[in-house]
């Protein structure tokens, strides 16, 4: 039982480049998340799956996409990438009773 | 939606020393609150969490937290701090419906020898 991977788990970018953070949970959780920390400012909801086949957006998704491939699997891409997103990226999946349960996170550079 | 505050954004301690990190939470109602903490490098944890019953809470490590109702706060505390409990910690509580979390900016806490 590996709770929530992250892959990869740093990554370098140019401007106007893009990725995809994947991110894959088997403790067959039904919602799953996807969070920026940036210092001073806690943790921020990008985009959040309730279930297989629903995403919505959270406070701060302007510049991201999301994509619930899956009840395990839920990707985050960035199509044009901008040094504003230079981050920390968590993904996290509902353990019950609004409980959390994270991953290890990206550290994303945006130059 | 409810939204939390923590308004000790760095605090310095002394092994040994007492801790009390302050939450306060928007509004009243019912209310559940978290506190999850992230040592240096790691990813967030669960310390602990309130959801009815008793207010004082008991979680992992010696952490403990108070719910007040009349405060509106759910301050986290440990009577005797380690140099291992150096860490980023955050209160949290659910808003908006979806299990969502909307977390606080966070107290990073350095315990030194």
């Known amino acids: 039982n590996a709770g929530v991977t992250q892959t990869p788990k740093f990554q370098v970018l140019k401007t106007g480049q893009s990725m995809t953070l994947q991110c894959a949970q088997d403790?067959?959780?039904?919602?799953m998340y996807w969070y920026r920390q940036d210092p001073g400012m806690g943790l921020r909801l990008i985009y959040y799956?309730?279930?297989?086949?629903?995403?919505d957006k959270g406070e701060v998704p302007n510049g991201y996409n999301v994509s619930r491939l899956n009840k395990r699997e839920f990707s985050l891409r960035l199509e044009s990438a901008a040094p504003s997103q230079t981050s920390v990226y968590f993904c996290?999946?509902?353990?019950?009773?609004?409980?959390?349960?994270f991953g290890p996170g990206t550290r994303l550079t945006v130059l | 939606a409810q939204s939390v505050s923590q308004h000790n954004h760095h605090v310095i301690l002394s092994e040994a020393a007492s801790l009390e990190l302050g939450c306060n939470y928007s509004?009243?109602?019912?209310?559940?609150l978290f506190w999850y903490v992230q040592y240096p490098g790691q990813h967030l944890q669960l310390l602990l969490k309130y959801f009815s019953g008793d207010p004082l809470v008991k979680g992992i490590k010696g952490f403990e937290a108070e719910f007040i109702k009349s405060k509106f706060s759910f301050n986290l505390r440990k009577p005797s701090v380690q140099w291992s409990d150096t860490a980023e910690y955050f209160c949290?509580?659910?808003?908006?419906?979806?299990?969502?979390?909307?977390f606080g900016t966070g107290t990073q806490l350095k315990v030194e020898l």
């Open positions: 509004y009243g109602g019912t209310v559940n």
């Open positions: 996290a999946s509902h353990r019950g009773e609004s409980t959390q349960y």
């Open positions: 799956s309730a279930s297989e086949g629903t995403t």
């Open positions: 949290a509580v659910p808003s908006g419906g979806g299990n969502k979390l909307t």
């Open positions: 403790m067959n959780h039904n919602s």
